[in-house]
Antibody
Framework: QVQLVESGGGVVQPGRSLRLSCAASGFTFSSYAMHWVRQAPGKGLELVAV????????YYADSVKGRFTISRENSKTTLYLQMNSLRIEDTAVYYC??????????WGQGTLVTVSS | QSVLTQPPSASGTPGQRVTISCSGSSSNIGSNYVFWYQQLPGTAPKLLIYRNNQRPSGVPDRFSGSKSGTSASLAISGLRSEDEADYYC??????????FGGGTKLTVL
């Protein structure tokens, strides 16, 4: 069965960096585009970044453009999100998600990132 | 302010039929598929409806989706207490760029 397991979250000071990972299993990872979606406490869902199946195309939300980088390592079936210059407003649960049928079909359980001084 | 507009809340009594609307524009809903997600308290979102009106295996047929022009709707019939959750609509274009609605909190009275 499809499994997406995020890791790397934690508490970090404003301006610092953090790298999230998403280990995928149960499907042919290299055939699917993948997303990072976040949810601030008590708020709705926000698409953060997406990467095509081969890593050739990447798109970012305006709120993270220039600070976050999405990447993937198909040989390791792992998705990454490098987050630099973190801000307090980046505090959220970050979900890794698979793209199929023209949208997201599977979600990971999420990892919490807290940006606080 | 989300690109897709949903009512912030909805409610119904057990057994009732409830609908949740999602309003967009010609550049999003009007030209792409609509997806619906259910998020139970403290859990990750779960796919409920894909491509406007398709149900993944395991989703009860009490849940149905429809789309007309630049709007879409999620209908839940035979409402149950376990349906109390947040519901989100979303749409993606061919370049993988997508948008979510602001979410609707469904309360079962």
């Amino acid at each position: 069965q499809v499994q997406l397991v995020e890791s790397g979250g934690g508490v970090v000071q404003p301006g610092r960096s953090l790298r999230l990972s998403c280990a995928a299993s149960g499907f042919t990872f290299s055939s699917y585009a993948m997303h990072w979606v976040r949810q601030a406490p008590g708020k709705g869902l926000e698409l953060v970044a997406v990467i095509s199946y081969d890593g050739s195309n990447k798109y970012y939300a305006d709120s993270v453009k220039g600070r976050f980088t999405i990447s993937r390592e198909n040989s390791k079936t792992t998705l990454y999100l490098q987050m630099n210059s973190l801000r307090i407003e980046d505090t959220a649960v970050y979900y890794c998600a698979r793209h199929l049928f023209g949208g997201i079909d599977y979600w990971g359980q999420g990892t919490l990132v807290t940006v606080s001084s | 302010q989300s690109v897709l507009t949903q009512p912030p809340s909805a409610s119904g009594t057990p057994g009732q039929r409830v609908t949740i609307s999602c309003s967009g524009s010609s550049s999003n809903i009007g030209s792409n598929y609509v997806f619906w997600y259910q998020q139970l308290p403290g859990t990750a979102p779960k796919l409920l409806i894909y491509r406007n009106n398709q149900r993944p295996s395991g989703v009860p047929d009490r849940f149905s989706g429809s789309k007309s022009g630049t709007s879409a709707s999620l209908a839940i019939s035979g409402l149950r207490s376990e349906d109390e959750a947040d519901y989100y609509c979303a749409t993606w274009d061919d370049t993988l760029r997508g948008v979510f609605g602001g979410g609707t909190k469904l309360t079962v009275l």
